[in-house]
Each structure stands twice: as C-alpha cells, then as structure tokens.
C-alpha cells in the first residue's frame, strides 16, 4: 500500500500542501484539533491535538513523509515559546519511529543579518522574541536524529492568505477601490512568497533525498516594493490602481506601548524599513523548481479573493 503523507495544520500552508498532494493522487492524512479541512476524497482529516504523543504516533502510523505547518495560538513569542517547541519534539520523536521525514514552513525570523540579501548560507542567529524562538526551533531540528527540511518563504501571498500584509491588508482593499496602508514603506523592495509555490517545494523536498537535513529557500520572485505588489493585484483584477500610504514607524511602536498585538507587528519593522531580500537561486537547483510568474500568481489571487465574496 502507498504510503500516507501526514500534513499537521490546516491553515494556508497544511491546507495547500494537502489538497496538491491529494490532487497527484496521494492518500492524505490531515491533523488539526477541531478536525477541519478542505474536502477531498483522499484526504483523511483527524482530530488530533500533535502535542500529544499517544494520539499522535497513531496518527503517522503507515506515513513516510510529515508536513508539520501548526502555527501558535497567538502571534507572540510567549505562545511560541510554550507551544512550538514541545509539538515540534512530539512530531520529530513520532516521525523516528516511522522513519519518515519531517518538513518544516519556515520564516525569515532567525536571519541575523537580513540588511543583505539572505541566501541559505547566511547566518540565523538571531536572538530575543519571535526571532530566537525561530532560531531555537531550527537548532532543535539540527539536533534531531529525524530527517527534516525547513523551508523558508519570506511573506506570504496567494489564495486561502488571508492575515497578511499581502492578504487582508491589501487585496479587499484594492477590490473595493479603499486606500491601501502598508508598513514602513511603500517604495522599498521587499520578498514575497506565493505560497501554492512553497507548498510545491515542500512536497518536491519530502521527495528529493539530497534537500533533506537541510534549510531551502522556497521559490520566491525577485523582490517587489509593496506599491508593485499592489499594482500587480490591481491589474490581475482590472481595477485602477488607487493611491497607497505607509503606516509610520512611530505610529505602530505607540500603538505597542498599549496593543500587545500592534507591539508583536512592532517588533518586526525592520522587515520594513530597509529592503528585506531573500534568494532562492540555490534551493530551485537542487528542487527543480521556479517561482509562479507574478501575473499568474495575483489573477489566483484575485480570482480566490472574488469567490469569498
């Protein structure tokens, strides 16, 4: 019998990863705690809490290949640092004794020097908050006698986005012809991923020995400025490009002295107030894989957006 792929996680990672899976034929085994999920005829959605180890080594019995995509029950480094780590353990110790290979969404958060252009071989020692926690759970990887792949994306966009700077801050926006506010600013070149593209890659990494027990950059196009992304999406929809603003740095930190939330999006401005590069070259080599041209990705965009409504 096939092997089942196990996908942790059904937010627009999990569930991309397991409908392209489901899509090439594959049996598909999805975990979340309320058991949710797209429909497919292939896809097996469980309910099942991966920081606990009974239900999960369960769940991956028969599995050759995990695509661990939970994310923290808040965007704060408090709730990372109290969830993450344990499920990730559980999932790794789990995947060991299936023999399965584990592969990880991961962000740009650990890069210590992400003023120039981050490749796969720049530093990832960042330190404090969400950035050390990212820095933790990629060491905790490297330490592991499990097979993983973490495999970097820089922002995301793409139908099921929806809490992104390019999701809900800018797509339904540009639709109903409302002003477009960014961080930092409009005009400085920033990455962004499609993320059907990082699924792809994921899925292509559990299948290409030589990428495993290592950290990739998922395709990811030449970087854009905020302002051309817009302009992409505005044009993918046929509507006029309306004018775009930039929250202020100084806004969002006084908002943090008061938003828990606004202070968690203040920690990382940064991203936003220089260019924030990342590439890719390397790991589309080693993947045979290159990133959705933009035209292409924002019409799936638009199309994904207008069907919500």
Not at 47 to 72: E, K, M, T, W, Y
Not at 87 to 105: D, K, Q, T
Not at 191 to 220: C, G
Request: hydrophobic share 45%; proline share 7%; net charge neutral.
């Amino acid at each position: 019998m096939e092997p089942i792929k196990v996908v942790t996680g059904a937010g627009p990672v999990g569930a991309t990863i397991a409908t392209q899976l489901a899509d090439a034929g594959h049996r598909v085994r999805l975990l979340t705690r309320s058991g949710s999920g797209p429909e497919h005829p292939l896809i097996e959605r469980l309910r099942v809490d991966v920081s606990q180890a009974a239900p999960l080594s369960s769940a991956l019995d028969g599995a050759d290949s995990v695509f661990h995509c939970i994310h923290g029950s808040k965007y704060a480094a408090k709730s990372w640092s109290e969830e993450l780590p344990r499920a990730e353990r559980r999932v790794l110790e789990a995947a060991a004794v299936v023999n399965a290979v584990v592969v990880f969404p991961e962000s740009l958060y650990s890069y210590s020097s992400p003023e120039t252009v981050m490749t796969e071989d720049s530093p990832r020692l960042a330190t404090h908050g969400k950035r050390g926690v990212r820095t933790a759970l990629l060491a905790a990887r490297a330490a592991s006698e499990t097979r993983t792949v973490s495999m970097v994306a820089s922002d995301f966009f793409g139908p099921s986005v929806r809490t992104a700077h390019a999701g809900d801050r800018m797509v339904p926006l540009i639709l109903a012809g409302k002003r477009v506010q960014v961080m930092g600013s409009a005009d400085i070149p920033h990455s962004f991923t499609y993320v059907p593209d990082l699924a792809t890659a994921m899925i292509r990494a559990a299948e290409t020995p030589q990428a495993w027990n290592a950290v990739l950059h998922a395709p990811t196009l030449p970087a854009l400025t905020q302002r051309e992304l817009a302009q992409a999406f505005a044009a993918a929809a046929g509507v006029p490009t309306l004018s775009i603003g930039a929250i202020p740095s100084w806004v969002v930190k006084s908002a943090g002295i008061v938003s828990p939330q606004m202070r968690e999006l203040a920690e990382m401005l940064y991203q936003f107030q220089q260019p924030f590069v990342m590439d890719s070259t390397a790991s589309q080599k080693i993947l045979h894989l290159s990133p959705t041209p933009l035209n292409l990705a924002a019409t799936a965009t638009i199309r994904w957006w207008r069907n919500q409504s």
